[in-house]
């Protein structure tokens, strides 16, 4: 069966009457083994304000609604750090530092220094950037609302800006941080093409 098949066919648990917390959601992502070992390998990095965020995260709590395995539909590992160091060279530096801690888990990781993102978002998307002061600004611009979440390396504290009841509830609603409708849009139903019960709301 098509994996699209696969999600339209399950049902969805919302197990009513028992709202989403931090705790429910660290729970979901560390039922996935590779976040399991990331958060395990990362602090010995030390990188400044790293934090292990986005589609690896409330994917498995999607996932878990859906009855699929926690690693379904995740394309990578988003890692966030925040170094003053603006050269492109210190980032490929800790880039290529990860790439070798994580080679063996056969998953992709992605790394960005919040630092500078501000620096190349602009020719890649077409679209002015602010200079960030924080790897939790970083995640506070995600495109849907409910998906800024992130879990901090060091103190495996939850981080969840906009709370979790959407996330919960799979309403997607574009982020006031960052109104960009079109791609919004896109993000939106790409989603919705993996989980299709996701909802979009004003």
Same mark, same amino acid.
């Given at each position: ?31 996935? +083994?590779?976040?399991? /070992? ?9 990188? +400044? ?5 986005? !589609?690896?995260?409330?994917?498995? #709590? #999607?996932?878990?609604?859906? !009855?699929? +395995? ?5 394309? %990578?590992?988003?890692?966030? =750090?925040?170094?003053? %160091?603006?050269? #492109? ?12 801690? /994580?080679? %063996? ?15 190349? =978002? ?15 600004? !970083?995640?506070?611009?995600? $495109? ?7 879990? %901090?390396?060091?103190? !495996?504290?939850?981080?969840?800006? &906009?709370?979790?009841?959407? $996330? ?8 006031? $941080?960052? +109104?960009?409708?079109?791609? &919004? ?11 299709? #019960? ?5």
């Amino acid at each position: 069966m098509p994996a699209a098949a696969r999600v339209a066919a399950c049902s969805v648990d919302r197990r009513a009457g028992v709202a989403l917390s931090a705790s429910g959601l660290i729970d979901a992502a560390l039922t996935n +083994p590779i976040n399991v /070992t990331l958060l395990e390998r990362l602090p010995s990095l030390s990188l +400044p304000q790293c934090v292990l965020t986005a !589609g690896c995260l409330y994917q498995a #709590w #999607w996932n878990r609604q859906a !009855g699929l +395995p926690p690693h379904w539909g995740v394309k %990578d590992y988003d890692l966030f =750090y925040f170094d003053h %160091d603006l050269s #492109w060279e210190a980032e490929d530096r800790v880039i290529r530092q990860v790439a070798a801690l /994580t080679a %063996d888990l056969g998953v992709t990781v992605e790394v960005k220094n919040q630092a500078r993102v501000h620096l190349w =978002y602009p020719q890649r998307f077409g679209l002015a950037y602010p200079q960030l002061n924080s790897s939790r600004e !970083g995640v506070d611009r995600y $495109l849907v609302a409910c998906t800024c979440v992130a879990i %901090d390396v060091v103190s !495996g504290e939850l981080y969840a800006p &906009f709370g979790l009841n959407e $996330l919960d509830h799979g309403l997607l609603r574009c982020n006031p $941080l960052t +109104p960009q409708p079109e791609l &919004f849009a896109g993000k939106a139903e790409s989603y919705r093409a993996r989980w299709p #019960w996701l909802t979009l709301i004003d």
